[in-house]
């Protein structure tokens, strides 16, 4: 189907954040002082616009009866046989995450006025909200893997860059750069496939053939499409915080509150199973992936379960909370579930959003209720206590303690050899070049000598 | 074959260079150099507009001599991006770590690149290459001295690369053409410090100043020599070892640039992993992936310069930048931070910049022929990345002690702001920097399509 009203309202969906993060980022590049009236009201009207053009859009699609719309911008660039072409995808799937996603950001973007107002990032804070919902439309509705990897670097740039917001402080910026590194390493895993999804079937298009929704083209080799769904689900688990890269989630939380809520409650941790809801028919297709993806959920799940309980600050428990969501999402999406998981997605990331937005005032809510209930608020029961042998509680406990001792097995098994190594590499180079340059290795470099470089 | 325009651009910029190196005042030799390097490429603009609206003949004979307007294709961009690449280097040098006679350097090296990117005679080529080295070797050798081991290590590398350069021009003129693209990769690894010939650069970039190590790096007239010289005759086992050595380069440099610990040193690795994976594109047997590489190319040049001079303006601010602990403040430089962090993810392919069709194009390209490997650059990219983040977290961020620096001056904001547009707008319309008529690969040798 090519209906051109439907085809100008995705268009409408995609360009309107876009032209928002511009119209931000010209003027201050340049100079100009912008009211924080004008930066919210520019945000909020594009978020507004693209909702409404999303929401159209769906009603459209629904009311023709037509599973899927195509909309082709045809090639951005082509060498020889490779070409990366510029589709959006009208669907089942892309356009209810559409509509969402330019609904949340859109209240984020007007509860954020209040909350951050006079803060010296305000600027800041707008621009990057609005080039993540920019870069999550163009993920929701890229009609390939080539655009999603796209707008999926982008969510990755911007979700750092909101983590370290308060920028003097050293640990928001610490744990900036880990999730950074979680990203980028993980990232990998996006690029891997959809280079080899070219290399094998020539296409990263998505392409509808009996899923509710289009996704990726199943390969024909069994291993090269083991490789492929491998290489997406590594990509979504970093996207995602599961186990046993989930270390960054609760770190990540020491960004502004709102921005907590958009990525880490609701939009962007969620990707991680959107992408892998494209990558159904590889799912599909090699039971080996799909078992893969169910059991790394179920253990995220867990994993987020447990841990979350011994947490003593509201922000790590919500965010252990949303791993246990996101797994759950997992391991449904493992299953060969299709709506479940998107309507899991949808309702978790609304609940999840108001908790985290609320939370800074979560002490004052409490009075407020027990103020209304005119007594203490009953502690929730604990089941767990009573379904776990005792023998094992004290070993849970602790295991909840060390957050599953992931954090420290990849700091001593992948990040401190491979930094040693290198180090190790890196004093043999210089010793080297001392050697040939006729400088003695033992003595002190240049710029000690000189009292620093020039 | 002379090409009419970029030898007019380069024997303007050497008068120029003339006219810098003659002023006293290091404030005026700057701007009277950024002048003549921003009329410059104004006046190649208009040059380049007049040709394709006149339609006039591409080539003429002038006096018995074949002479060529400007060069098609892949070329024609290269004597502009040549021209940034000094604009950039002149208008963010330090006055106090670039003099006068540093400028003219620096406008006399570009104009040497852009010279030796207009030619294909190897003979000639070589003397020019060894006259670009001859020049910073002496300028070098003016601002630290003959005992430094900078002066030293730079003389031993890039003697023996003169050489080889020179011997290799000779074999090839005298019927020997195998022996002499040899020569010629030993030459161009060493002056692109393909690992393990790599040892000067580091050494050059912690002492150097940064101007000068942007304008005899970044013009990349390696990876000139070896498209246009080496291209026909390296193929086979040759091309594919070059190719594999130079895939390793750009690996291993990108993990040795994660654990730098001052900015210059973290720089230069990123240089020399970006020159790696070019080198590795250009041996690629694939039109994608030559493509791929020359485009990436052109971002390093553009990109990873801008990052290298925008450390060399913090630098003057700041004094010495250690990536030991976090020493910035972002709320003080917003915009110097901003050109840092987008030039850097520029040259590592940062989405909506040229940089990433670049890598885009050279990895897809490399794939078919070089599946690990090419994995393998995704990953080196991933970490150049790593790089780069590490590097703007700490320097623009970390620490509430701010020593009162200020933002980007104008001239430097107009500079970086040419930069940066020039790969924004090429990332989102990269189809006219790709020119399906001419393709990056020897004309002898028809590239396979895969």
């Not at chain 1, 770190?251 to 494209?278: D, N, Q, W």
């Not at chain 1, 420290?408 to 210089?430: K, N, Q």
């Not at chain 2, 912690?206 to 010289?229: C, D, E, I, K, N």
């Amino acid at each position: 189907m090519n209906d051109p009203t439907i085809s100008g309202l995705i268009t409408t969906t995609l360009a309107a954040p876009t032209l928002a993060c511009a119209a931000l980022a010209l003027p201050s590049w340049f100079g100009a002082k912008l009211r924080e009236r004008v930066i919210s009201g520019i945000v909020g009207a594009a978020f507004a616009v693209a909702a409404v053009a999303s929401a159209a859009a769906l009603t459209l699609l629904l009311l023709s009866g037509e599973p899927l719309a195509h909309l082709s911008f045809g090639h951005w660039f082509d060498v020889g046989h490779y070409d990366f072409h510029i589709t959006l995808i009208a669907d089942h799937l892309s356009l209810p995450f559409a509509l969402f996603v330019a609904l949340l950001v859109g209240l984020i973007g007007a509860f954020s006025r209040r909350y951050l107002h006079r803060e010296r990032g305000f600027l800041r804070f707008y621009l990057l909200l609005a080039l993540f919902g920019a870069s999550v439309e163009l993920v929701a509705l890229a009609g390939s893997l080539d655009l999603v990897f796209f707008g999926w670097e982008l969510v990755g740039l911007t979700s750092v860059l909101l983590i370290a917001f308060f920028h003097e402080r050293p640990k928001p910026v610490e744990h900036g750069l880990r999730a950074f590194l979680t990203y980028r390493m993980c990232d990998v895993g996006l690029l891997g496939a959809l280079i080899w999804l070219h290399h094998t079937a020539g296409t990263t298009a998505f392409e509808q053939e009996h899923a509710p929704w289009a996704g990726i083209t199943p390969v024909a080799d069994a291993g090269a499409a083991m490789l492929i769904g491998f290489l997406l689900l590594w990509a979504s688990m970093g996207k995602s915080a599961q186990v046993p890269l989930s270390g960054w989630l609760p770190r990540a939380m020491e960004g502004p509150t709102p921005s907590s809520a958009i990525f880490y409650g609701s939009i962007s941790v969620h990707l991680g199973p959107f992408l892998l809801l494209r990558a159904a028919p590889v799912l599909m297709q090699t039971p080996a992936v799909a078992w893969s993806v169910i059991a790394i959920g179920a253990l995220t799940a867990l994993h987020g379960s447990f841990v979350g309980r011994v947490q003593t600050d509201i922000k790590s428990v919500l965010a252990y909370a949303s791993m246990t969501q996101v797994g759950l999402i997992l391991v449904e999406i493992g299953f060969g579930l299709h709506y479940l998981p998107l309507l899991h997605i949808i309702g978790h990331a609304t609940v999840r959003s108001l908790e985290i937005l609320r939370s800074p005032s979560l002490l004052h809510d409490h009075h407020h209720l027990e103020q209304a209930i005119g007594r203490q608020v009953a502690r929730a029961p604990v089941h767990v206590d009573k379904l776990l042998p005792r023998a094992w509680q004290p070993w849970l406990y602790r295991h909840a303690l060390e957050r599953g001792y992931f954090d420290g097995l990849l700091r001593d098994f992948v990040v401190r050899p491979f930094l040693a190594v290198w180090r190790g590499f890196d004093r043999a180079d210089r010793w080297l070049a001392d050697l040939l340059a006729g400088r003695d290795p033992e003595s002190p470099p240049p710029e000690e000598r000189a009292g620093g470089a020039r | 074959m002379i090409r009419v325009l970029p030898m007019t651009v380069a024997a303007a910029m050497a008068i120029a260079a003339r006219g810098v190196a003659r002023h006293a005042d290091g404030q005026r030799a700057r701007s009277l150099a950024a002048a003549a390097t921003a009329g410059l490429i104004g006046l190649l603009l208009l040059l380049d507009w007049l040709v394709v609206a006149a339609g006039l003949p591409a080539s003429f004979e002038l006096a018995g001599i074949e002479c060529e307007l400007e060069r098609a294709g892949w070329q024609r961009t290269m004597p502009f991006v040549d021209l940034v690449i000094a604009l950039l280097a002149i208008g963010l040098a330090p006055v106090a770590s670039h003099p006068p006679r540093t400028l003219a350097t620096i406008l006399l090296t570009i104009a040497i690149a852009i010279a030796f990117q207009s030619l294909d005679e190897p003979i000639t080529m070589s003397l020019l290459w060894g006259a670009s080295v001859l020049l910073v070797a002496r300028e070098l050798l003016r601002l630290e001295g003959r005992a430094s081991a900078v002066v030293r290590a730079f003389r031993r590398y890039q003697g023996v690369s003169v050489a080889a350069i020179i011997v290799g021009a000779i074999a090839f003129a005298s019927g020997n053409p195998t022996f002499g693209a040899v020569m010629w990769l030993l030459a161009i690894a060493l002056r692109e410090a393909i690992l393990p010939l790599h040892g000067w650069l580091p050494l050059f970039a912690s002492r150097a100043p940064l101007g000068l190590l942007v304008a005899l790096v970044a013009p990349q007239p390696g990876v000139y020599a070896q498209l246009t010289v080496c291209g026909d005759i390296t193929g086979g086992a040759l091309a594919h070892d070059f190719a594999i050595f130079a895939a390793l380069t750009g690996i291993a440099a990108a993990a040795l640039g994660v654990v730098q610990t001052d900015a210059r040193r973290a720089a230069c690795w990123l240089i020399i992993s970006q020159t790696g994976l070019i080198a590795f594109g250009l041996e690629n047997a694939s039109l994608v992936g030559r493509t791929g590489a020359v485009l990436s190319w052109q971002v390093m040049a553009l990109g990873t310069s801008g990052f290298v001079m925008t450390i060399a303006a913090l630098e003057a601010r700041r004094g010495t930048l250690s990536l030991r602990e976090p020493g910035g403040s972002f709320a003080r430089t917003p915009r110097m931070a901003v050109a840092f962090l987008l030039l850097g993810f520029a040259s590592v392919a940062l989405p909506g910049t040229l940089g990433f069709v670049a890598e885009d194009l050279l990895v897809q390209g490399s794939v078919d022929e070089y599946p690990l490997v090419g994995f393998a650059v995704v990953i080196a990219t991933a970490l150049n990345g790593i790089n780069v983040m590490r590097s703007f977290f700490v320097l623009f961020s970390g620490t509430t002690r701010h020593t009162g620096e200020h933002d980007l001056t104008r001239l430097e904001a107009g500079v970086l702001s040419v930069v940066l547009a020039v790969l924004l707008v090429g990332g989102a319309l990269p189809r006219s920097l790709l020119s399906p008529e001419h393709p990056p690969t020897s004309p002898s040798t028809p590239p396979s399509d895969h």
